[in-house]
C-alpha cells in the first residue's frame, strides 16, 4: 500500500511538471528518472518498515521473556488464576440453567404456537 501512495504522489509530480512545461515551458524530467527516484524512495520505506517490524518482535521475545521468568519465580500465582477461571465457568453454567429452567412458562406457549403452525401447513 506504501508503494501505491508512493506512485500516486510521483504521478501527480509529473502531471505538475508536465503542465508547468505547457506554461512556462521549463521540461520535465524524464520518466525513467522519476521512476529511478521513485523506487529508491520506496525501498526506503520498506527497509524502514522491515526494521520496525524486527524491533516490534524482538520486544515482543522480551517480553515474552519476562513472563516466563515470572511465572518460574511464583507458581502459586497461575494456579490461583486457573482455579478462578474455573469457578467463573461454574458460575455462568449454573446460571444458564437456571435461565432455562425459569422460561417454562414461556415454553409452553411457544409448544402451542408450533402445534398452530403445523396445523396451518396440514390445512393447506
Known sequence: SSRVLWTLAVTQFQVEERLNFYATGTEPRKNQEVMSQAMAAASEVAAAQAAAAADKKKKKKEKKAKKEEAAEDTPAAPAEETSEKK???KRTAEEAEIAEAT??????????????KKKKSESS
Open 87 to 89: 469457578k467463573k465457568k
Open 103 to 116: 422460561p417454562e412458562a414461556d415454553g409452553a406457549a411457544e409448544g402451542e404456537k408450533k402445534k398452530k
